[in-house]
C-alpha cells in the first residue's frame, strides 16, 4: 500500500528510511488525536463559511472527523505506520469519505494545527494537575486540623530552633501548593490562545474568520503573529517550569517526611500501603513513595532544562527541532501524574506520633522567648541576644537544661535570668506568643487551616 503522506510532491526520491525512523513522531504524539479531531472540525466549519466547502461537502468531513474518532477510540490507530498524527487521521478520513478529504486542510499547514492540538491538550493537562493539588492540600489541612494541639520541634538548618505544632508544619508545605494553583492558572490564560489560521508562518491564503475558530475551540484570543506563534513553545516551557516546581515542593514535603519516618527521629509513621520491604532485610520497611517523590522531581526538572535548551538559539518560526517538545512535555506531566495521588495518600494514611516529638523538645528552643523578656524589661536586642548565647553555653557547660541552671549561677550573668527562667511557661506557652499573623500560635493556626480549606475547595482565581 502507497504510503500516506501530506507533503512529496516536489520530490523524485522516497525518503531513506533512516530519515522515516527520525522523522516519525505517532508514537509520541498520538495522544493528540482527540485534539486533532477537534481542531479539524473546527477548521471544516471555518472553510465552509469562507466558501470553500459547500454545505454537503462540510457535512460529510464533519461527519467523517467523528467516524474517525470513534475509529480510534476503539483502537484502529494501534501499530500505525504513518509520520504522525496529523497524517493518520488524514489517512482515516479519506478511508471514510473518500477524495473529499483532500480539501481539509485547505489554507492550513501542520505548524499552526499541531501548536493549536497541543495547547488544547495543555489546557487539560492543567486542569488534571490542578485537580491532584487540590487533593493533596486538602489531605495537609485534614492533617494539619487533627495537630493543632501536637507540639513538636520546629528546625532552621537542620537543627532545633523553636517549639511549634504538627499543624504548623504541615500547613508550610500546603501555602507552596496553592500557589502552584496559581501558577497554573496563569499559565493556562496565557496559553489559551488559538494559532488555527496563521498557516505555516504568513497566515492563511483563506479568509477564515480566526475569532470563530477560537471561540469554538474554547480558546479565549487569538495569537497575533503567524511567525511567532507556530514557532513559539515557551507556553510549554512555562509549564514545565510550574510543574518544576510542583515537583520541588512535593519533593521538600517528601523529603521532610523521609527524616520524620526514620527510626532516630519516629515523629511520623506511615502506612505500610506506601512502604515496601527488603529483598535481604526481614525487618526493613522502607519509604519508598517518599523517595520516588524526590526521584521523580529530578525528572521533570530534566525535561524543563530540556525544553529550554530546546528552544535555545531557533529562529522565529517552526523548525523540527520542536518534534521533541511533546516527549518532553509528556513526561513531565504523566510523571506529576503519577507522583501527586501516591503523596497524598501516603499524607492521607500517615500518623504523627506525638510523644516521639515532644520529646525531641529542647529547653534551647526557650532562648529566644528569654531574649525577647530581657528586651521587654528595657534591655537592647543585640545584648540581649548575647547575655542569652552566654546563659546557654553555661547550660551546656553544665550538661544541665537551660532551666535547670542554678539561680545563683544564672544571676551572674543577667539578675534578672532567675525570674524570668522561673516564668518561661510551657512549650504551649513559648507557642502562643508567636501570635503575629502568619505565626504559630494557634489561633493563627486555625485562621490559616480557615484560608486554606477555602483556596483548596475553590477553583484557581
Known amino acids: 500500500m502507497e504510503r500516506h503522506q501530506l507533503w512529496g510532491g516536489r520530490f523524485q526520491v522516497a525518503p531513506n528510511a533512516a530519515l522515516v525512523e527520525l522523522n516519525e513522531s505517532l508514537s509520541v504524539d498520538f495522544r493528540l488525536w482527540p485534539y486533532d479531531i477537534r481542531s479539524a472540525k473546527a477548521w471544516v466549519a471555518a472553510i465552509a463559511q469562507a466558501g470553500v466547502l459547500d454545505a454537503a461537502e462540510e457535512s460529510r468531513l464533519s461527519k467523517g472527523l467523528d467516524r474517525v474518532a470513534t475509529r480510534l477510540e476503539r483502537g484502529d490507530g494501534d501499530n500505525a505506520t504513518d509520520e504522525d498524527v496529523h497524517t493518520l487521521v488524514e489517512r482515516l478520513l479519506y478511508e471514510e469519505v473518500g477524495d473529499v478529504a483532500g480539501k481539509l486542510n485547505t489554507g492550513r499547514s501542520r505548524n499552526d494545527q499541531v501548536t493549536t492540538d497541543l495547547r488544547l491538550w495543555c489546557l487539560d493537562a492543567i486542569a488534571a494537575v490542578d485537580s491532584e493539588l487540590q487533593a493533596l492540600g486538602n489531605a495537609l489541612v485534614s492533617q494539619a486540623s487533627s495537630g493543632v494541639d501536637t507540639v513538636m520541634p520546629g528546625y532552621t538548618h537542620g537543627q532545633r530552633a523553636q517549639p511549634v505544632t ?16 496559581g501558577r497554573l492558572a496563569d499559565a493556562a490564560d496565557r496559553l489559551a490562545e488559538s494559532p488555527l489560521g496563521l498557516a505555516a508562518l504568513a497566515g492563511s491564503g483563506i479568509a477564515v474568520d480566526r475569532e470563530q475558530i477560537a471561540r469554538e475551540l474554547g480558546l479565549k484570543r487569538l495569537s497575533q ?34 527524616t520524620y519516618a526514620s527510626a532516630e527521629y519516629g515523629f511520623v509513621r506511615l502506612s505500610e500501603a506506601y512502604c515496601t520491604g527488603s529483598s535481604l532485610l526481614p525487618q526493613k520497611r522502607n519509604p519508598d ?60 494514611e500517615m500518623k504523627p506520633v506525638a510523644d516521639r516529638m515532644e520529646m525531641a523538645l529542647d529547653h534551647t528552643m526557650l532562648a529566644t522567648d528569654l531574649a525577647d523578656q530581657l528586651v521587654a524589661g528595657g534591655v537592647t536586642f543585640r545584648e540581649a541576644h548575647g547575655l542569652v548565647g552566654n546563659l546557654v553555653r553555661v547550660a551546656e557547660s553544665l550538661s544541665v537544661p537551660l532551666t ?36 504559630a500560635s494557634k489561633q493563627s493556626v486555625e485562621r490559616q487551616i480557615e484560608l486554606l480549606t477555602q483556596q483548596f475547595a475553590a477553583d484557581p482565581t
Do not use: C
Not at 166 to 181: E, N
Not at 417 to 437: A, C, K, Q, V, Y
Open 166 to 181: 504538627w499543624a504548623y508544619v504541615m500547613l508550610a508545605h500546603a501555602w507552596p501548593l496553592a500557589r502552584d494553583r
Open 404 to 439: 535547670d541552671i542554678p539561680a545563683e549561677t544564672a544571676s551572674t550573668i543577667h539578675p534578672e535570668f532567675p525570674t524570668l527562667i522561673g516564668s518561661l511557661g510551657t512549650w504551649r506557652d513559648s507557642i502562643e506568643r508567636r501570635s503575629t499573623m502568619g505565626g
Open 225 to 258: 503573529n503567524g511567525l511567532d506563534a507556530t514557532g513559539a513553545r515557551d507556553f510549554v516551557a512555562e509549564l514545565l517550569f510550574v510543574l518544576g516546581i510542583v515537583a520541588t515542593h512535593v519533593s521538600r514535603l517528601a523529603g521532610e517526611l523521609f
Open 289 to 348: 513513595v517518599l523517595e520516588l517523590a524526590r526521584a521523580k522531581a529530578s525528572r521533570i526538572l530534566g525535561d524543563l532544562a530540556g525544553m529550554l535548551s530546546l528552544e535555545r538559539g531557533l529562529p522565529a518560526g517552526y523548525n523540527k527541532d520542536l518534534q521533541e517538545d511533546k516527549s518532553l512535555l509528556f513526561d513531565a506531566v504523566d510523571t506529576t501524574l503519577l507522583t501527586l495521588p501516591a503523596i497524598r495518600g501516603a499524607i492521607e
